[in-house]
Every structure is written in structure tokens, then in C-alpha cells.
């Protein structure tokens, strides 16, 4: 036992030995780390990067900076962790390093295109539309017309293009009974071939179709019609003023039937305080969901002059922009027509000028047009879109709001809902037509009708610009 003992310890004292003298050998010295790093340069395209190839210290801290040539732009870095597209970027050097500078030419553009941001700019086209001319387009950001329509009719106003090619819009029949800017008449279809499929006309005495339309997803059309009242019967609803008045209808087009098949008259709708013994007579401010009739005395009797409109489909309500009223009014189409003409058919929801009802609250709209929901951005979608014209000051704004789930009639009145995004600039003012549309990318296109269009990034910057030859009602993109 004594003796195994010994020879366990002898073997332990040996393997240890060993292992102190392995530690001590030469071949157990650190490797000492590279003083230098070699840095290989490229560049895609043409232009110059800083610093060049070589070598550089260990964890020197590199600078690089990008400078494009005459045509060219500086598109991104290749080489890094991920793709940057800033021109100037920092790298610690701790390893060999392989960095290219990618520089793309400018494409050849249009002398109408003032701005051009190739970066940050949407690359979708826009359907140009000629304020109440003959032409439309489907433009690139270039400048470049991709395909152009000609009609053989002025425009109503509104037209809008399909993903088969054919269009729906808005035209002035040859003769009228009475008209204000913006007027139509006419509701036409054409195929991808400029065929006319079929056509709908509201133009009499006391009707004309104007301005807006917004096609529904059962495929009917959502139409704005101006209603006329002979000077005896705007007396009976409590009219201020001396003549006939023309007041705001919808209506709900089926194109399969050619029937009307729901209606919204705003004459359903009214309170007025100037006659006790007409019809509508009550306080303005306590029932702010109804229209007070003589909120304008306006000469020529159009006292209303609605420009657009647009469907909500998930609350199942109606945006309605209300010009001289400087208003955006929701208006409920759950209901049958009998139904909406009763007090379920009073106004949801209004915004933009609470003194239309007598309200102190704070006024944001002065004259309005294109009112629209966010489609296209997940960030964004829901909200709702405005172009306010600013005639009081001359000075346009974009107006973006989020807007409540749901929408009830509050005999108290209401609020303006949050204004979460807004947009001007000292030279962006058209007191008429214009709008204001979200693109998929995040960025804004506004149509500034006497201009052209902008394109604006959500921080407000510029980056696109397009100066047309005549006047635009709106542009519209698809993505």
C-alpha cells in the first residue's frame, strides 16, 4: 500500500514538471497583433472617394467621403455591414478592408421638372389632370408622359384611370341651364381604347352634376350633384337672401342599372334664425349637426360650392368638402334614402370652421379641397388628407389629422380632430382647385392648381417639383 502510494505521487510530480517546462518553451509566446490593416477602395460609376487605397493603422478611424462627378449622384456605400447611402461614413479599422462608393447617373429630365431628389422621391407616375381642359397624362417623375388622353369634351372637373386602361370622369355637355366653377353634367366611361362604354347625365333646370365623384366598392358611384330652389321656395326654407339658391346633393349611381339608388340633399338638413315662420327655424349654435342655411349670402345663390368627396368604407361615411362653408363635413350612408332624410341623416361630424355653427373654437380652414384618406403608407393609412387654401392669408397648407374610430352626431358640438402633419411653403398658394394625395413611399404630392406639383418628403423637404402649361384640378398616382 505504502508502495503505491509512492508511485502515485512519482507520477504526479513527473506530469507536472512536464507541464511547467511546456509552458516555459519558446513556442508559447503571444503572437503580437498587425500594427496595419490594408484598405482596398472601389468605385461604381463615376466619381471620387477619401480616403484611397493603402494601408492604414490598427483601429485608425476612417472618414470616408463621396464626391459624384458632373451627372452623376452618390447612391450608397457597398462593403459594410449594411447599406448606407449617406456620402460621408465613419469605419474603425480593425481587419483588411474592401469598401466601394456606388454613383449613378442623373436621368435626362424635362425642362418642366424644377427639383428632382432621385433618392428620396416616389417613383410612381402621376395622372396629370387639365383643370377643365382636354388632356390628361400619366407623367414620370422625369418629366416624361407615358401615355397622354385627349377628349373630344372639356372635363367636369374630376377623371380618374383603371388598371385596364379605361377611365371615368367628369364633362361639360354642350348646353346647360346654369353653371358655377366646376361644373359637369356628364358621367362617361371610356375603355383602354377611348371607346365610350356608357354615360350618365344629370343637366336640367334644377340639377347639374359637378366637380367629384368616388367610385364605391359594390361599383356603384358616390356623384355630387348642385340642387336648384326658385327664389319663392328659398323663402320657405328660411333663406336671407332675395333669388333662388342652389344647395348640395349626393347621390349613389349604379352604372349596371343606370338607376339612382340612394340620395344625401342637404335641404333635408337645415336651421336657420332669420325666419320664425319658414321652415328650419332654430338656434344655429345648439344644433350644430344640422347647416345653417344662411351661414353665406352669396349673389349668385350658390351658397354651398362642395368640391369633393370621398367613401370611407370601414366607418361607412362620406367626406365632404364644403368650400364656401370652409368645412369638411361627415355625412352618414348607412341608411336607406327615407331614412337619411330624417334627423339619422344629420351631419356626423364637421371640422375645419367651427364659426359655420357659431362656434369660438378655432378656425383652420379658409376655402378647402380634396378631401382623402391615406391608402397606401401602413404608418399613415387611415389618416385623413386636406388641402386648405388659405385665402384669408394667401397661404396654402396641407393639413394632415388623425381622425376618431367612430363618428357620432353631438348636439354639444365638436372638436377638431388632431392635426398630426402640416405642410407650406411662403411660395405654395392657389386660392382655388389644388389637393393633396399620400404617396406609397411616405412622401406628400400636392397639387397646387395654378402651378403644378410638389412632392415633399414627411420633414417637409422638396423633392420634386414639376411646373406644368395650364392649370391642374388634382394628380393621382397607383401604385
Known amino acids: 500500500m505504502h508502495n503505491l502510494f509512492k508511485v502515485v505521487l512519482e507520477k504526479f510530480l513527473f506530469l507536472f514538471v512536464f507541464l511547467v517546462f511546456l509552458n516555459c518553451t519558446p513556442d508559447s509566446e503571444e503572437v503580437e497583433s498587425p500594427t496595419t490593416f490594408d484598405l482596398t477602395v472601389g468605385i461604381e460609376g463615376e466619381g471620387s472617394v477619401s480616403p484611397q487605397s493603402g494601408s492604414y493603422s490598427s483601429n485608425e478611424t476612417l472618414l470616408f467621403k463621396a464626391t459624384p462627378s458632373t451627372g452623376y449622384y452618390f447612391d450608397r456605400w457597398l462593403g459594410l455591414d449594411s447599406e448606407v447611402e449617406r456620402e460621408e461614413v465613419e469605419v474603425i479599422l480593425n481587419r483588411n478592408f474592401q469598401i466601394t462608393a456606388v454613383f449613378l447617373p442623373y436621368p435626362e429630365l424635362s425642362d418642366e421638372v424644377l427639383v428632382y431628389n432621385p433618392k428620396k ?182 351658397l354651398m360650392h362642395a ?12 367626406f365632404f368638402s364644403v368650400n364656401f362653408y370652409s368645412e369638411v363635413w361627415v355625412i352618414p350612408h348607412q341608411y336607406d334614402t327615407e331614412t337619411t332624410r330624417g334627423s339619422s341623416g344629420d351631419l356626423l361630424f364637421r371640422f375645419g370652421n367651427p364659426s359655420a355653427y357659431k362656434s369660438e373654437d378655432e378656425r383652420l380652414f379658409y376655402n378647402n379641397h380634396h378631401p382623402t384618406l391615406v391608402e397606401h403608407h401602413p404608418d399613415t393609412k387611415g ?74 418628403t414627411p420633414q417637409g423637404e422638396v423633392v420634386w417639383k414639376y411646373q406644368g402649361q395650364y392649370n391642374f384640378w388634382r394628380g393621382y398616382v397607383y401604385p
Open 121 to 302: 422621391v416616389d417613383s410612381n407616375p402621376v395622372f396629370m389632370i387639365e383643370n377643365g381642359g382636354k388632356n390628361t397624362s400619366l407623367t414620370a417623375k422625369t418629366g416624361e408622359d407615358l401615355q397622354t388622353w385627349n377628349y373630344t369634351a372639356n372635363l367636369g372637373n374630376d377623371i380618374e384611370l383603371f388598371p385596364d386602361g379605361s377611365v371615368l370622369g367628369l364633362f361639360k355637355p354642350e348646353t346647360i341651364s346654369f353653371s358655377f366653377g366646376g361644373y359637369g353634367g356628364i358621367l362617361k366611361k371610356f375603355d383602354s381604347s377611348g371607346l365610350l362604354e356608357w354615360e350618365y347625365e344629370v343637366n336640367s333646370e334644377k340639377e347639374l352634376l359637378h366637380h367629384d365623384f368616388d367610385l364605391l366598392p359594390n361599383g356603384n358611384i358616390l356623384l355630387m350633384v348642385w340642387e336648384g330652389f326658385s327664389a319663392e321656395e328659398a323663402v320657405a326654407l328660411g333663406y336671407s337672401g332675395v333669388g333662388p339658391i342652389y344647395l348640395e346633393k349626393i347621390i349613389e349611381f349604379n352604372p349596371q342599372s343606370q338607376e339612382v339608388v340612394w340620395e344625401w340633399r342637404s335641404a333635408d338638413h337645415l336651421v336657420q334664425e332669420f325666419n320664425e315662420e319658414a321652415l328650419n327655424y332654430g338656434s344655429v349654435a345648439n344644433q350644430p349637426e344640422k347647416i345653417d342655411l344662411n351661414y353665406n349670402n352669396i349673389e349668385n345663390g350658390d
Open 307 to 318: 368640391n369633393g368627396l370621398y367613401y370611407d368604407q370601414a366607418r361607412d361615411v362620406i
Open 383 to 456: 389618416n385623413f388628407l386636406i388641402y386648405m387654401n388659405g385665402s384669408e392669408e394667401e397661404q396654402s397648407v396641407v393639413y394632415e389629422f388623425s381622425l376618431p374610430d367612430v363618428f357620432e352626431s353631438d348636439s354639444q358640438g365638436w372638436t377638431t380632430p388632431e392635426v398630426v402633419w402640416s405642410f407650406t411653403n411662403p411660395d405654395l398658394f392657389f386660392g382655388k382647385i389644388s389637393g393633396a394625395y399620400r404617396l406609397p413611399n411616405g412622401n406628400t404630392l400636392i397639387c397646387e392648381g395654378d402651378f403644378g406639383y410638389w412632392e415633399v
